[in-house]
């Protein structure tokens, strides 16, 4: 038992990822997520507050059609429960835990359950990793997998922000706001687009 705390502790110091944080993924987190600097282990999940996708479970993988492999591809279709009573807005945070890479910054939803669909535009977004306002497509080296967490915050006050923030901007104003947390991880790993071949088809000779 004190190996595995040990084990634990040194894993904390080597990459500052609090050994909470690392259980509540379920897998290695090289790199600082945005829930482990604003908020507390003892806020995530609190009231229930929990966060799913109809595509994809808890630590499963990502389709495709989320992806840099499809041409067309969309942000994945997320749902939360009620978060706690008093709760004025929430926010959406998506990193990659092995480069730290934010994929989607997301505010403005409104503070009860709800849904975000396939695809659809939130009401404000921010700058992703490539300084772009959208859904940051997951696309990891060949033969690479990464995982993405979903971590989306109940906050004590409605956000100020314009559209188009930083990351940093938006860590600055939700720290000490926080009031529950839920997370939602997904894998994907990089493999080249599979190409048509005559077989696909059912061709004869």
């Known amino acids: 038992m004190r190996r595995l705390a040990r084990e634990s502790w040194s894993k904390e110091l080597s990459t500052g990822v609090p050994s909470w944080v690392q259980q509540a993924v379920g897998s290695a987190v090289a790199k600082p997520l945005t829930f482990g600097e604003v908020a507390e282990e003892k806020l995530l999940g609190k009231s229930g507050f929990a966060l799913s996708s109809p595509a994809f479970r808890h630590g499963g993988e990502l389709d495709p059609s989320f992806t840099a492999i499809e041409d067309d591809a969309v942000a994945p279709p997320l749902e939360w429960t009620a978060p706690p009573p008093g709760t004025q807005e929430l926010a959406l945070v998506v990193e990659d835990t092995t480069d730290g890479k934010v994929h989607w910054l997301v505010w403005g939803l409104k503070g009860q359950k709800g849904a975000l669909f396939e695809g659809e535009a939130p009401p404000r977004t921010g700058k992703n990793g490539q300084g772009n306002s959208e859904w940051l497509l997951p696309d990891p080296p060949l033969g690479v997998e990464h995982t993405y967490v979903f971590q989306l915050f109940a906050l ?16 600055k104003n939700i720290k000490g706001h926080v009031t529950a947390a839920a997370i939602l991880a997904a894998r994907f790993e990089g493999h080249e687009v599979e190409e048509l071949d005559a077989e696909d088809f059912d061709i004869e000779d």
């Open 156 to 171: 004590d006050l409605p956000m100020t922000l314009m559209p188009g923030a930083t990351h940093e901007e938006l860590v």
